[in-house]
């Protein structure tokens, strides 16, 4: 799948998680070139600048900037908002691509298993925190990078931390399952505000997320000529971001530019929001 408009994107603003490497540092070069204003959120600034610096230089657009935010962190999360909604008056795509996989079992800050704080809950209350400038920018989209994994996952509301069972494979699974029912929930609640938002699968990608494998790692580059590049990658979060059209399937996954199936559990409403509960109350987000 190509993303095929030739939409511009002069004047408006986006903000992309993890865009130093890999899908994300792709993703933010073509919205770049496109005449965006585009904030690369990352955990290492100066792996930030060096990408920034990188796509400034291709796109021959400034206006590539570099915010902090840890995803592990919910004070990290909350100071990136503030100085964000403090300087920018306007936002049009949110996009939620940072992710990490195949982490040895830890807790976060928070006192969250890795994968479902960076994955899920961290982008969870970032996209609760910059809702408001969304709305205030509509039309805006939202896009979530899930996975095919998704269709492994499972919520296990008894053991979310993974304290009496963890695999770490799973982890991954049950934190991109949650990616699909949070996009299924946000579309609901976001209904008539002119804020629509999309999952994603971008494909088996050659990038460094499978950097805590050393078999994946090891698989990644024997059958590297077979896996998508991460230009390739980018495609289906580009033509979620700026499709034209694509408000009537709001909340649906996207792999290969196309809408697509999802597993009987990420279809699931109560699933969806029963998580969206218990993330609220995980994170201390006071619903109205
Ligand atoms: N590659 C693939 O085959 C597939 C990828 N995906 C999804 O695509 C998305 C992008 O992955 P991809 O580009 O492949 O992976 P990479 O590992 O290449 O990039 C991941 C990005 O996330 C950032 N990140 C990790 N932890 C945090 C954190 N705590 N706070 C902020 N940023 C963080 C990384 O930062 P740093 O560089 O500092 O580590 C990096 O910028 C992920 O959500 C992944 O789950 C889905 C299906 C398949
Ligand atoms: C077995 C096998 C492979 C392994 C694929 C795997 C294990 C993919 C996992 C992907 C995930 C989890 C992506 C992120 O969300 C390759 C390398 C395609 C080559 C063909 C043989």
């Known amino acids: 799948g190509v993303c095929r408009t030739d939409v511009q994107l002069f004047g408006k603003v986006v903000v992309i998680t993890g865009a130093n490497t890999g899908i994300g540092k792709e993703t933010a070069r073509e919205?770049?070139?496109?005449?965006?204003?585009?904030?690369?959120?990352?955990?290492?600034?100066?792996k930030g600048e060096s990408a920034a610096s990188e796509i400034q230089?291709?796109?021959?657009?400034?206006?590539?900037?570099?915010?902090?935010?840890?995803?592990?962190?919910?004070?990290?999360?909350r100071a990136f908002a503030e100085g964000f909604l403090?300087?920018?008056?306007?936002?049009?795509?949110?996009?939620?691509?940072?992710?990490?996989?195949?982490?040895?079992y830890s807790k976060t800050a928070d006192g969250f298993e890795t994968h479902l704080a960076v994955n899920h809950l961290g982008h969870f209350l970032l996209t609760h925190l910059l809702l408001g400038r969304l709305k205030e920018s509509a039309p805006a989209r939202v896009v979530n990078l899930s996975s095919v994994a998704h269709h492994l996952g499972k919520i296990r509301f008894h053991d979310l931390q993974g304290d009496k069972y963890y695999n770490l494979g799973f982890a991954y699974c049950h934190s991109k399952l949650a990616n699909v029912l949070f996009t299924r929930e946000l579309a609901k609640r976001l209904k008539g505000t002119g804020v629509t938002t999309y999952a994603v699968h971008p494909g088996i990608v050659r990038s460094k997320l499978v950097r805590h494998s050393f078999l994946l790692c090891l698989l990644w580059r024997l059958f590297s000529p077979f896996l998508k590049t991460t230009w390739e990658g980018a495609q289906t979060s580009l033509h979620c971001a700026l499709a034209e059209g694509l408000e009537p399937l709001s909340g649906k996954y996207f792999s290969d530019c196309k809408k697509t199936w999802v597993s009987p559990r990420a279809r699931n409403n109560k699933t969806a929001e029963r998580l969206w509960n218990v993330s609220c109350e995980l994170l201390g987000i006071q619903q109205e």
């Open 31 to 46: 919205l770049a070139r496109r005449g965006a204003r585009v904030y690369i959120a990352c955990r290492d600034v100066l």
């Open 57 to 77: 230089a291709d796109t021959k657009n400034s206006q590539v900037l570099v915010r902090k935010l840890d995803l592990s962190d919910t004070k990290s999360i």
């Open 86 to 104: 403090a300087e920018e008056k306007q936002l049009h795509i949110l996009i939620n691509n940072a992710g990490v996989m195949l982490c040895p």
